[in-house]
């Protein structure tokens, strides 16, 4: 066996301690938004039967034609995917657990997702996403809802420099009327296709309109446009939406040739996107998906949602200058001789009792080194117990930020005069 130290697979990072902290501070100030809308938590499992990604995002996308972490349970030979995104496992656990049978659902989720690309800046194999899905919503006001709701997170987190795209896919009918259209577009035009294209051409040309080769821009360009198909209901529908957003403030640009990459979209959709991160713009995307919960086995009903990038949006916010909350420490406890530890125990646990936070120094050493540990701890105050103290029955309270005099406490005023010195 080799002793080569070993690797985290390639795209799939480490989040060490300093950089936690600031997913941690992310993430508490992403679910006080989230419930503030009246959304609530659901988990669902990482690995879920392969049928449900080619069902629910279709079978001729990226993802599933060369991204999913697909394998065969060695066990009992069923086909099993590490979840690629979390709208279809977020739907199939509302329709598995009958959550639709009484009242529409505000449904959020967050977590790894998996998908096999080139590793890049923003774009990782495994990487975290914070999912939205509203289930049994028809009307444009859910629609808009979710687009003003990332517009006050964006605020909530000090983000600026993103703009919002949007669009409308139509319905069933004018998407089929599209596609006809697109397809003998594109057929009179072979020669300028890429090898994607050609082979997408009649399995899903809308998927064309979403190419990123330069080279076939100005052709895209040209293509007919599926807004020019939609029907009274859809217009109106959209219509609706831009209303709404518009007496909120929210700006916006319709893009026609926002498609997205999942086939299971119709009617809204839209992208928040930054020209701050590079190729991998977006941070925010989502839109309604009304027919995915037939699709999957369910009754008939509406749906809108949407998914944020976490990398993504951490990258964001450090290039917007958002610095990184340092951890939390209100008291680094130095301590001594045998008495004074048993003394260092009582007082830490005393203080977590009154919901401070605490660090306990281990390992020994003089009161020099552990004093240059506490004053690197980022720590409030220090409390310093040597032999005097544990016989007083009492520790030596030290301000290590701002300034003032050390002091004498005994364990009754303990608490008090810790919370005197770190408000």
């Known amino acids: 066996m080799s002793n080569e130290t070993l690797q985290a697979v390639r795209g799939m990072n480490d989040i060490l301690p300093d950089e936690a902290q600031l997913w941690l501070w992310f993430e508490d100030t992403v679910r006080d938004w989230l419930e503030s809308y009246g959304y609530r938590n659901i988990r669902m499992p990482l690995v879920e039967p392969t049928a449900l990604f080619k069902r629910a995002i279709g079978e001729v996308t990226d993802i599933v034609e060369k991204e999913m972490y697909s394998f065969e349970d060695s066990l009992n030979g069923d086909q099993l995917t590490l979840r690629p995104e979390g709208t279809a496992s977020c739907v199939r656990a509302a329709l598995q657990h009958n959550l639709l049978y009484n009242a529409p659902q505000r449904l959020y989720y967050g977590g790894a997702m998996f998908r096999h690309e080139r590793p890049q800046k923003g774009r990782y194999r495994q990487f975290h996403q914070v999912g939205v899905e509203a289930l049994g919503f028809a009307g444009p006001d859910i629609d808009a809802e979710q687009i003003v709701m990332c517009a006050r997170l964006w605020k909530k987190l000090g983000i600026g420099d993103v703009a919002l795209q949007i669009n409308s896919l139509g319905d069933a009918a004018s998407r089929q009327r599209h596609r006809e259209k697109l397809i003998a577009y594109f057929e009179q035009r072979k020669d300028a296709l890429d090898a994607d294209a050609l082979r997408r051409l009649h399995s899903n040309p809308l998927r064309i309109l979403d190419t990123k080769n330069p080279a076939m821009q100005e052709l895209v360009s040209a293509a007919p446009r599926l807004m020019d198909e939609l029907e009274e209901d859809a217009i109106g529908h959209f219509e609706a939406v831009q209303a709404i957003l518009k007496r909120h403030g929210i700006a916006f640009e319709i893009n026609p040739r926002l498609v997205r990459g999942l086939d299971y979209y119709n009617r809204t959709v839209f992208e928040w996107v930054t020209t701050r991160l590079g190729a991998q713009g977006t941070i925010c995307a989502g839109g309604r998906y009304d027919g995915l919960i037939e699709q999957i086995g369910g009754k008939p009903a509406p749906a809108c949602g949407f998914a944020m990038g976490v990398e993504r949006l951490l990258a964001l916010l450090q290039e917007s200058g958002v610095q990184n909350p340092a951890a939390p420490l209100d008291v680094y406890v130095v301590h001594q001789g045998e008495q004074a530890q048993s003394l260092a125990w009582r007082a830490a646990e005393n203080l977590r009792d009154g919901g401070l936070r605490v660090l306990l120094h281990c390992g020994g050493g003089s009161f020099k080194s552990q004093m ?43 608490q008090q005069k810790v919370r005197e010195l770190i408000m």
């Not at 004053?375 to 117990?385: F, P």
């Not at 016989?391 to 004498?408: D, I, S």
């Open 372 to 414: 240059k540990k506490a004053d690197g701890s980022a720590a409030v105050c220090a409390i310093i117990i040597g032999d005097d103290e544990a016989a007083a029955n009492a520790v030596t309270l030290k301000p290590l930020r701002g300034g003032g005099e050390q002091q004498r406490v005994g364990m009754d005023d303990l």
